[in-house]
């Protein structure tokens, strides 16, 4: 059975950080395109970075640059997302999810799902 288990979200302080895992059973991680998606109260899902099976990053939006960043580890099949200076804005409910390739970075796109989990960045 494919099955993606994210972790790691949390309450966390403007200003501070919090690092999510992807982990995927039943499959091999680097055989898809992975990506982070997150989704506001009230909005949109939207896609927030994404890893491809050869390893190449695409990051979205420009507000996330020099912020989050994607990385994989093959031997624990576990995709990451390292999020640093948060803010605010970044509350959201955060999921990973598999699919063919990077482009077009849409959700509908993605086959796989994990249940997501939740960053509240809030003082």
């Known amino acids: 059975q494919l099955q993606l288990v994210e972790s790691g979200g949390g309450l966390v302080q403007p200003g501070g950080s919090l690092r999510l895992s992807c982990a995927a059973s039943?499959?091999?991680?680097?055989?898809?395109?992975i990506g982070w998606f997150r989704q506001a109260p009230g909005k949109e899902r939207e896609g927030v970075s994404c890893?491809?099976?050869?390893?190449?990053?695409?990051d979205y939006g420009d507000s996330l640059k020099g912020r989050f960043t994607i990385s994989r580890d093959n031997a624990k099949n576990t995709v990451y997302l390292e999020m640093n200076n948060l803010k605010p804005e970044d509350t959201g409910v955060y999921y990973c999810?598999?699919?063919?390739?990077?482009?077009?970075?849409?959700?509908?796109?993605?086959?796989?799902w994990g249940q997501g989990t939740q960053v509240t960045v809030s003082s």
């Open positions: 999810a598999a699919g063919g390739s990077c482009i077009p970075f849409r959700p509908i796109y993605y086959d796989y």
């Open positions: 039943g499959f091999t991680l680097d055989d898809y395109a």
């Open positions: 890893i491809r099976s050869s390893g190449r990053i695409s």
